[in-house]
């Protein structure tokens, strides 16, 4: 039963290895060394061949990314690399939380040193190459500190808390796991731009002035309360600009890379806040988070089904049954339930996206929208003829073409009243 298992393991990694690289595949068919009529207008020439060497880049680095990985997986699996490691951990201590909280901070720690030179030349290379990196050494290694200190503090206790409820609580530890798991979700999406962005970014008020009377403007006609309008620093790391809503209820805020403010014009900044101020008013957030928590609870359920089962732990090289090995194995087996949950999650998430525009649309108007997202794609040098099996596949939101077109059908004369510049 034991050799089964690995061999079904083994075989789902190789399997959602191929698929991806089939996906991008299919994606460099749809490349082309002349700018094709449907992007012109949107591209120029030069800068249509500095996007598709940009997607070229990336693929190559993803390919290497992704393979390094698989291999390693796979030589933990076929040589006993997970069972070593849970040896060694038994050797240090035989608290199961402390077992939990070594092995898979060893296995962290190894998964960073072996991504940290690749993500190092991404980031001083690549997006330096193309214009987009303005992170300092000094950045990315506070940046790297940072991020292992809320690994250690957030995820820790996480952890630590999952297996103390498996010790105390028996077959219904999956249940107090979910609600502590939606309890941290709720608390993370109410309170993130105010307790963990200020460690890697300032923040500040959007300034008095003719921008921020026009948002307020626009927030009291959809019948939106908004009292906290930011600008983030994110050109501290990069070139490329954003937009995002966070928060819920008295604690709800709009954010704004100075970025986009810098390059973008009164009219299309109100237009793109519209659409965040749409997910919100439609209610997107609210739907995210609640099938979040029914599949977190699904995916609980059923490793609480499979967790005491001996087989889960001496698959992956283990001599005895461990906590960490059964969560580890079941989330290997579990990983194509999660591909299909992310191909679903994604064509919700473009549908809210569609939704979204066209509240944007009928409450403010198309055309600076339109413009608005033409910028955003040509500036980060978006790929706007990915192959639709990858878009439907990995896309949480619609391609640049069909958002223009979905929008053209919204557009009027009186956008113009908008004070649409395109």
Do not use: C
């Amino acid at each position: 039963m034991e050799q089964i298992l690995l061999y079904v393991i083994i075989a789902i990694i190789v399997l959602d290895y191929v698929f991806d690289r089939w996906m991008d595949y299919l994606n460099t068919t749809r490349w082309s060394r002349v700018l094709p009529d449907s992007l012109k207008g949107i591209y120029d020439e030069e800068k249509y061949r500095k996007s598709q060497e940009y997607s070229r880049v990336n693929m190559r680095f993803g390919l290497i990314s992704s393979t390094l990985s698989f291999a390693f997986i796979l030589l933990m699996l076929l040589f006993g690399g997970f069972g070593y490691l849970d040896e060694a951990v038994r050797r240090i201590s035989t608290h199961p939380i402390l077992m939990a909280g070594l092995f898979f901070g060893l296995l962290g720690l190894a998964s960073d040193i072996l991504s940290t030179p690749l993500d190092l030349y991404r980031t001083f290379v690549i997006e330096e190459r193309f214009g987009f990196n303005r992170t300092t050494p000094i950045t990315y290694v506070t940046d790297k500190i940072k991020g292992w200190a809320l690994a250690i503090i957030l995820g820790g206790g996480l952890l630590a808390a999952f297996v103390w409820f498996y010790q105390a609580a028996g077959e219904l530890f999956w249940l107090y796991a979910w609600i502590l798991f939606t309890a941290f979700s709720v608390l993370m999406m109410m309170f993130y731009s105010t307790l963990i962005v200020p460690l890697f970014n300032k923040q500040e008020p959007l300034e008095e002035g003719p921008l921020r009377e026009a948002i307020e403007a626009f927030a009291r006609k959809a019948g939106f309360r908004l009292d906290n309008i930011f600008v983030i620093d994110g050109s501290k790391r990069s070139a490329k600009a954003n937009a995002y809503f966070s928060g819920l209820g008295p604690k709800k805020r709009i954010v704004l890379f100075d970025t986009l403010v810098k390059e973008h014009s009164k009219e299309e900044l109100v237009a793109v806040l519209a659409h965040e101020i749409g997910h919100y008013k439609k209610k997107h957030t609210l739907k995210g988070m609640l099938i979040s928590v029914l599949t977190t609870g699904v995916m609980l359920y059923l490793l609480g089904l499979f967790i005491r089962q001996p087989a889960l732990s001496v698959a992956l090289g283990a001599e005895e049954v461990s906590f960490h090995m059964g969560i580890l194995a079941f989330g290997l087996l579990y990983s194509p339930i999660s591909l299909l949950l992310g191909i679903l999650s994604n064509r919700l998430s473009r549908r809210y996206e569609f939704e979204a525009d066209a509240f944007a649309a009928e409450k403010y108007a198309a055309r600076p929208l339109q413009s608005a997202l033409k910028k955003l794609s040509v500036n980060h040098l978006s790929n706007l003829r990915p192959h639709p099996a990858y878009v439907y596949v990995h896309y949480s939101h619609p391609p640049l073409l069909e958002r223009l077109k979905h929008l053209d059908h919204y557009a009027r004369d009186g956008d113009q009243s908008a004070g649409d510049t395109p």
